[in-house]
């Protein structure tokens, strides 16, 4: 199984990316995605996560509202639309693939990672 995310860069505050995740090897539409990030010194957090069919979706606090996770089962991807971004959401950024019905919203359930995507927003 690989998970190959895409879309990180270097932005300044107020600006928007879109991370990409694409699934190889694994029967995408059976599987909960999420996106998780982790700061140097943090814990890996849950960013956002969605249901196989994506009528299911689960967003953190601290992104809600500026943040968008949605999937293309037929593309075997999952995005992370990221909008209004600021200084605190700068971090590596992990897509991680579940196979389950529930959206689990922390790091443990998740079968399998991609490599990371790094996101650095300038003040």
């Known amino acids: 199984v690989q998970l190959q995310a895409s879309g990180g860069g270097l932005v300044q505050t107020g600006a928007s990316l879109r991370l990409s995740c694409v699934a190889s090897e694994l029967t995408f539409s059976t599987y909960v995605m999420g996106w998780f990030r982790q700061a140097p010194g943090k814990e890996r957090e849950i960013v956002a996560a969605i249901n196989w069919s994506g009528r299911t979706t689960y967003y953190a606090d601290s992104v809600k509202g500026r943040c968008t996770i949605s999937r293309d089962n037929a593309k075997n991807t999952v995005y992370l639309q990221m909008n209004s971004l600021k200084p605190e959401d700068s971090a590596v950024y992990y897509c991680?693939?579940?196979?389950?019905?529930?959206?689990?919203?922390?790091?443990?359930?998740?079968?399998?990672w991609g490599q990371g995507t790094q996101v650095t927003v300038s003040s």
């Open positions: 991680a693939a579940e196979k389950s019905v529930m959206v689990h919203t922390t790091a443990r359930p998740y079968d399998y």
